[in-house]
């Protein structure tokens, strides 16, 4: 039997890796091998797109490189940084053999699907969301409304403020650049998990996206599945998650994608 792949895990916007402890402690107990990125724009407001594509795709080579296949699994912005970091990892050339691994597939969730080379406010015609603004004096990216409930609505109470506690300064380069972007769920096959209860991207708008992207963009989504979550299912339904990943890496590993 081929080795368990490694799931790189990629948060979003103002989040650090400490997001994903719940489910890696899941999958860990499962011998998956779980590495969980700090995005360097959470980091410095000098940090751009590029940056955390850089990073992640720093993890993911440190395990290929060791023959090691990997799962990149993406939330949010992530979604958009994940994919991106794939770009030419998704096969083994003949130079590097059998001792190198590749990347076997992505898990989204609750994100969109960004085309190569388009930024995430060019994607918006220029203007974010409602949920954040634009602080060109510090840049930052400024969360506009009450991050709790934004966030982490169905965790309980104490629990949310302390996330929110733990919410980082975003820099605005995250959001202004498509340079590095890159469709790589376009490459691999894609199991898509959809947040229904969400308040940040409404489950209605992640199905409407995930449809256009299957139909008119050349999304390799094979498997989409609903869970009854807010942003944050990996705090809420951490069990739910760490399941979905687990039969998503079976999937890839055995090459059957649509299982």
Known sequence: ?????TI???????????????????????????????LPTTQSTAAGISDDVKAVRHAI???????????????????????????????K???QGSSFGCVRGLVMMATGFMPTGVG???????TPPPIWRVDEES???????????????????EEGDEWVS???KQSLKAFTDGTDVYAGW???????????????????????????????????????RDISAGHSPMLSKPGEVAGFISEAAQAFSSGDGDA
């Not at 039997?1 to 792949?5: A, E, F, I, Q, R």
């Not at 995430?120 to 220029?126: P, R, S, T, Y």
């Not at 840049?139 to 109470?157: K, N, Q, S, W």
């Open 186 to 224: 376009q490459d691999v096959p894609v199991w898509y998990l959809a947040t229904v209860d969400d308040k940040a991207f409404p489950g209605e708008a992640q199905k409407m996206v995930l449809q256009m992207a299957k139909d008119t963009m050349g999304a390799k989504v094979t498997m989409s």
């Open 93 to 95: 050339t003949d130079a």
């Open 166 to 168: 733990k919410l980082r």
């Open 139 to 157: 840049g930052l990216a400024v969360i506009t409304v009450e991050p709790r409930e934004l966030f982490y609505h169905d965790i309980p109470e």
């Open 8 to 38: 790189v895990f990629v948060a979003g916007a103002w989040h650090g890796p400490e997001l994903w402890d719940k489910v890696s402690t899941l999958l860990e107990e499962q011998d998956y091998r779980c590495v969980a990125v700090a």
């Open 120 to 126: 995430f406010l060019e994607a918006g015609g220029g």
């Open 1 to 5: 039997m081929s080795p368990k792949p």
């Open 61 to 91: 080579e440190a395990e290929t490189s060791q023959g090691r296949d990997v799962v990149v699994v993406a939330h949010s912005y992530g979604g958009v940084v994940g994919p991106s970091a794939i770009k030419d990892l998704t096969a």
